[in-house]
C-alpha cells in the first residue's frame, strides 16, 4: 500500500480558555485567518471546507460567507463529538488525493463560558429533560458526561485496581508539562498530587482535576497535497495514517464497559495503513477529557498492558517532561485548553514541525493523535509524521 501524500501546511489558534466578546462562529472565522496566514496562503487558495462547533453547533456552513470563500469544491458541517478534528483531518486528506480539492481549512471553535457564568455551567443548556428509561439513571443522578465517565472509571477500578492515585499522576504530569506551554490555561500553576487528592470531588472518583477544562476559542488547519506543501511557509506535517472506530453501544453497556475504547480497534489499523509501529512513536497525543480517559486510550493503543495501566502510568519517570512516554505534551484539555480533538491534534502539528520550543521532544517523526467522543462511543485516530 503506497503512503498517503496529504499534508498539513498551516495551524491556527485563537486566544484560549476565558475569552468573551466573539461568537463561535467569530473564533472559528480568526482562526481560518491565521491558519492560512501560517501557510503563507490567502484565503482564496482555499477550495474546501470542514466545520465543527460543539454540541449545539454553533459553527456552521455560514462560515464559507464569514470568510468570503467563493466556489468551494468541498463544504460540509460535521458532527463526531470528540472524535471529529481526527475524522475532518481524514476527510480532508482523502478529498485532496483524490483531486476532488486542494486545499481544505478544517476548523473546530465553540464559546460555551459565559462572562458572569460558572464552567460546569456551560454545557448545561444542551442536555434534555430525560424521558423514559433515561429517566432511570437520571433519578440516580446519573444525567452528565461526567457522572456517566465516573461510571466507566469505576468498572476499571474494580476489574483492575485502579485507583485515584493513578488517575492523579497523570493529572500532575500534564501540570507539568503545561508549566512549558505559554498558551496553557494553568501556563504559572503548578499542581500536586496532595492538591490534586484535596481538590474537590465532581463525581466519584473524579476529583476537579481529573476533568478536563472548558474553554472559548477555535482552532483551525490547512489541508493540501504534500507537494503543494513543500512549497508554503511551514514544514509540511504529513497525514500517514488514519481510522475510526465507533461500538455502537451508547445506552447499552455491556461487560466491556469502562474497561475497552475504539482505540482498540482504530490504533492498530491506523498504524497499519502509517507503516509504522508503536515503537516508532515518538510522541502520543491523546484526547484527555478526563485522566480515565487517557488511561483506558493508551492501554488500548498497547502503550502499557491492558489493566496495568495505573500502576504503569504512576511509574517514576514515566510520564511527564523526563519521562519515557512524551504524553500530551501541551497541557493536554487537563491543563492546556478544551477544543475536543483539536487539542491533541494542535500539539500533535506543533511537535511535528519541531516548534514546541521548551517543550519540544527531540524525537518527533512520528506523533500518535486520538480523539474520543460520547461516552467511550466514537473514537478517531491519526498517525502524522515529517516529512523525511
Known sequence: MSQPTAAIAGLGITEQGKVYGKTAQQFAAQAVRLAAADAGLELSDIDGLLVSGGLKGRVGIELQQQLGLTDLRLLTQMQGYG???GQMVQYASMAVQSGMVDTVAIVWADAPLKEKGSSSAAYSGS?????GFDGITASNGIMSPTTMYALAARRHMKKYGTTNDHFGAIAVAQREWAQMNPIAQ???TPLTLEEYHASRYIAEPFHLYDCCLVSNGGVALIVTSL????TL????????GWAQAHPGRSG??????????GAAQSGPAALKMAQTSLDEIGVAQIYDCYTFTALLTLEDYGFVPKGEGGPALSEPGMIGPNGKLK??????????FYMWGMTPLHEAVV?????????QVENHDRVLVSGNGGILDYHSTLVLGTDN
Open 83 to 85: 472524535s471529529t478534528a
Open 127 to 131: 442536555r434534555r429533560m430525560p424521558r
Open 186 to 188: 494553568f501556563y504559572g
Open 227 to 230: 507537494e503543494r506543501a513543500r
Open 233 to 240: 511557509r511551514q514544514p509540511p506535517v504529513r497525514v500517514l
Open 252 to 261: 447499552i453497556r455491556n461487560d466491556d464497559f469502562g474497561l475497552v475504547s
Open 327 to 336: 504524553l500530551n505534551t501541551g497541557g493536554g484539555e487537563l491543563s492546556a
Open 351 to 359: 511537535q511535528a514541525r519541531g516548534q514546541g520550543g521548551e517543550r
